[in-house]
C-alpha cells in the first residue's frame, strides 16, 4: 500500500508538471495558428513561461466578494482540482499503483462529481454571471455524461470487464478506433463538451459573461480553476488513447499518442467558433443519443451472437 501511495504521489507531480507545459504547448500553437510566435522570451523557446504564469498568479492579492458564500467560494476550486487529480488513481500502470477491477465505474462516478465544485463555484460567488455560467456548464455536462456513459458500456460489453487494463490486452492487434470510427469522433465532441472546452465553453462564455463560473475567482483561486481543466484535458486524452489506441502504458508510443489528442484540443480551440447553446444541446440529446444507443444496441447483439454460436 505503500508503493503504491508513493507512486500515485509521483504521478500526480507529473501529471501537475505536464499541466504547465500543456498550458505552454497551447499558447504556443495557438500564436502559429494566429500567425505569432507566442511566449519565447522566458528560458530556451519560452520553456519557462508556465512557472513564470504560477509565481505571478500565486503572488497576486487573493481576494473575495463582500456578499459570496464564503466557505463554498473558498473550497469549490480545491474539491475541483481535488477531482480532477483523483481521477487518475485508474491509471492502469504495471507497477505499484492501484489496480481497480471496476475502474471504468470509478471513472464515471468521480466525473459525475465535476459538477459540484462548478455549481457551487457560480452559485457561491454572489454574481448573475457566475450563476448562469455554472447553470450552463452543470446542463452540458449532465448531457454530454449520457453519452461517455453509453459509449464506455459498448466497449465494456466487447471486452466482459470493467478494468481499463483489458481495454490495451484487446488492441493488440487491431485498434477499436478503426472498428468503431463514429464511435471515436462522438467521444472526442462529448470530451470536448464535458470539458468545457472550445467550441462548447458556455460555462467561459467571455463574449455575453465576461468569464462564466469564475468571473470572480483571481490569484490562486483561479489558479487552481484552471489546472483542474487542463489536468481533466490530460486525463481524458488518456483515456481516449486506452479506448481507442491501445498500448502499454510503459510505452514511450502511448505519451506520443496522448500529446496528439491533446494537440487536437487545443487544434479545435484555434480552428471553431462557439456554437449556440441551444445547438449544443440538441447535439447531445438528438445526434450523439441515438448513434451511441444503436451502437450498444449492435454490440449486445453481436456478443449474444458469439455467445450461442
Do not use: H
Not at 505503500?2 to 500543456?22: D, E, N, P, R
Amino acid at each position: 500500500m505503500t508503493i503504491a501511495m508513493v507512486s500515485y504521489l509521483m504521478l500526480i507531480v507529473c501529471v501537475l508538471v505536464g499541466v504547465a507545459f500543456v498550458t505552454l504547448l497551447e499558447r504556443k500553437i495557438l500564436g502559429y495558428i494566429q500567425i505569432r510566435k507566442g511566449p519565447n522570451k522566458l528560458g530556451v523557446m519560452g520553456l519557462m513561461q508556465p512557472f513564470s504564469d504560477a509565481i505571478k498568479l500565486f503572488m497576486k492579492e487573493q481576494t473575495f466578494p463582500k456578499l459570496s458564500n464564503f466557505l463554498p467560494y473558498y473550497l469549490s476550486p480545491v474539491f475541483s482540482l481535488f477531482i480532477s487529480l483523483i481521477l487518475w488513481s485508474v491509471t492502469p500502470l504495471d507497477f505499484g499503483l492501484f489496480s481497480l477491477e471496476m475502474g471504468v465505474l470509478f471513472f464515471l462516478c468521480c466525473l459525475s462529481m465535476g459538477v459540484y465544485p462548478l455549481m457551487s463555484a457560480g452559485w457561491s460567488s454572489n454574481c448573475k454571471y457566475s450563476l448562469l455560467g455554472s447553470l450552463r456548464g452543470v446542463a452540458q455536462t449532465i448531457s454530454y455524461e449520457v453519452s461517455l456513459a453509453l459509449i464506455l458500456l459498448s466497449y465494456i460489453i466487447l471486452i466482459e470487464g470493467f478494468n481499463f487494463v483489458k481495454l490495451s490486452i484487446f488492441q493488440d492487434y487491431i485498434w477499436f478506433f478503426w472498428l468503431t470510427f463514429p464511435l471515436s469522433m462522438i467521444w472526442f465532441g462529448s470530451c470536448l463538451a464535458e470539458m468545457n472546452r472550445t467550441p462548447f465553453d458556455f460555462a467561459e462564455g467571455e463574449s455575453e459573461l465576461v468569464s462564466g463560473f469564475n468571473t470572480e475567482y483571481s490569484s490562486g483561486g483561479f489558479v487552481l480553476i484552471f489546472m483542474a481543466e487542463y489536468a481533466s484535458i490530460l486525463f481524458m486524452s488518456m483515456v481516449s488513447v486506452l479506448l481507442f489506441f491501445g498500448g502499454s502504458l510503459l510505452g514511450l508510443v502511448f505519451y506520443l499518442k496522448l500529446v496528439l489528442i491533446s494537440f487536437a484540443f487545443i487544434w479545435v480551440r484555434g480552428t471553431l467558433p462557439r456554437m449556440r447553446y441551444d445547438k449544443l444541446m440538441y447535439l447531445a440529446w438528438k445526434s450523439f443519443l441515438p448513434v451511441t444507443l444503436n451502437y450498444l444496441i449492435f454490440f449486445v447483439g453481436l456478443k449474444t451472437f458469439l455467445f450461442y454460436n
